[in-house]
């Protein structure tokens, strides 16, 4: 087993991958400053690699679920969980994405209004800045759907 726990990021790395050339049964454990070198480390060879910053989030979220009285063998299985997954979920922040209807919740005491532009419309292959349908009417266009393509904030699209 090796353990680098040194403060040179490219040293770090080095040694990492020298070790693994030099044993592929080697096993190294990495401790990082930056949760953003824990991938690049796992790929030179590092088997685990830890990161500072995500053991202070580990013990800020375990003094918080003790604070709470969570059962201290529940805490523990859940830092578990997160190291055996290399900090996963630490790692990979995900904010959820909305369709327009769920955003356009935000929207309920606006006005809106819907406009079918055919071949026949004067707007028919004019683009929104064109058109100047905010300046002429103060209106903005959210979106536009043409046949099943639905494309929200336009921009200066033609319709």
Do not use: W
């Amino acid at each position: 087993m090796l353990v680098i726990a040194i403060s040179d990021p490219a040293s770090t790395r080095r040694i990492v991958q020298i070790a693994r050339e030099g044993n592929p049964r080697l096993y190294i454990i990495v401790r990082t400053r930056y949760a953003s070198e824990v991938e690049d480390l796992v790929k030179l060879g590092a088997n685990e690699v830890i990161p500072e910053e995500f053991e202070t989030s580990i013990e800020i979220f375990a003094k918080v679920l003790h604070h709470y009285q969570v059962p201290r063998n529940l805490i523990t299985e859940q830092i578990e969980k997160i190291r055996n997954r290399s900090y996963e979920v630490l790692r990979k922040v995900e904010v959820p994405v909305k369709s327009l209807p769920e955003k356009c919740e935000i929207f309920l005491d606006i006005d809106t209004e819907t406009y079918l532009i055919n071949e026949y419309t004067l707007a028919s292959g004019r683009s929104i800045k064109d058109l100047q349908i905010r300046s002429r009417t103060g209106a903005t266009v959210v979106a536009v759907r043409r046949g099943e393509e639905f494309i929200p904030s336009p921009g200066m699209l033609s319709i």
